[in-house]
Structure formats: structure tokens, C-alpha cells
């Protein structure tokens, strides 16, 4: 099929997207970008239906299934972003809460009561570990085989999850 046809049949058709379109949103940016990838994604069956009395039928379904995924896209995203900015509840609770900070204190002194316990090469080494420091790094600053280094912040981690295991996860 020739584009002048096609371009001439999607110029026909653009206007009745646009008011189809304007079901879906009243936003003229909205609209006008729905028409858009509609258009886009027809292009590629058009010609099934050039000359096919169903073709608004058609371009209205794409026309629907793209308004549809972007808006379980943008919805996805806002909730991500509501979880993101706020703090929740662990029970699935929808309202805000606040902050209790005593608490957080305390389960900081165990977590450095526990890692006084800790022989001080593992306690030195964990701690730069914790900080962000490559095994690679540790290796050469401690003067140890990489391995060991790995072994070593290993069994520390075994020692912190049993020493802290009142506050394992459900």
C-alpha cells in the first residue's frame, strides 16, 4: 500500500481518536500523545484493515489498551512513590507513623554490645567491611589472603545473626 493512502487514512481517523481520546482524559497533552501511539502502533497492521469498515473499532481497542498500560504504569509508579517518601507500619497499615527512637537505641547497644565480643582483628576488619571497603582492600590493608578476609567476615556475620537473632524477621 502507498503511505500517501495511509497517511491520508491515519489523518481521516485522527480527529475521531482525538475525541475518543478525550473519554480517557481531558488533558489536551494526554490526548494528543494517546492519538500519537495509537497512530504508531497501528502502523504496523494497517494494512489488515485499510479499507475495513471495522478500522475505528480497531484503532479504539489499541487506542484503549495503551491509555490502560500507562496507567497501570503511572499508578505503579505513584505507589512506589508513596512508599518511598513515607514510612508504613509492618502490618500492612495504610496510616503514617512516627519514629520511635528509644527503641532505635536500644537495638543499637546490643548490635555494639555484640560486636564488643567479637575477637578486635574480626571486630576492625567487619567494621571496615560494613563501611564499604573491598574484600581486595581488606585483604591488603590486614595483610591477609583474600579468602580469609572472606572467611573471617563470614563467620562475623554467623556470630552477629545468632548474638541478634531476638530481632529476626517473621
Request: hydrophobic share 35%.
Amino acid at each position: 500500500m502507498e503511505s500517501k493512502k495511509i497517511n491520508l487514512a491515519l489523518l481521516e481517523n485522527q480527529n475521531i481518536l482525538k475525541n475518543i481520546a478525550f473519554k480517557f482524559t481531558k488533558d489536551p497533552e494526554e490526548i494528543n500523545e494517546l492519538v500519537q501511539e495509537t497512530l504508531v502502533r497501528s502502523i504496523k497492521y494497517l494494512d489488515n484493515f485499510f479499507n475495513n469498515p471495522k478500522l475505528v473499532s480497531w484503532l479504539y481497542v489499541i487506542m484503549k489498551n495503551v491509555y490502560i498500560n500507562h496507567y497501570r504504569r503511572n499508578q505503579r509508579h505513584t505507589e512506589y512513590e508513596i512508599f518511598k517518601n513515607s514510612r508504613y507500619k509492618e502490618d500492612g497499615c495504610s496510616e503514617p507513623f512516627t519514629i520511635n527512637t528509644v527503641e532505635g537505641r536500644f537495638v543499637m547497644k546490643d548490635i555494639q554490645d555484640a560486636l564488643k565480643k567479637l575477637p578486635q582483628d574480626h571486630y576492625e576488619l567487619f567494621v571496615q567491611y560494613m563501611e564499604g571497603y573491598k574484600y581486595r582492600e581488606l585483604s591488603d590493608h590486614f595483610g591477609l589472603p583474600e579468602g580469609t578476609v572472606k572467611t573471617r567476615i563470614h563467620h562475623t556475620r554467623k556470630f552477629l545473626q545468632k548474638e541478634l537473632s531476638i530481632y529476626k524477621m517473621r
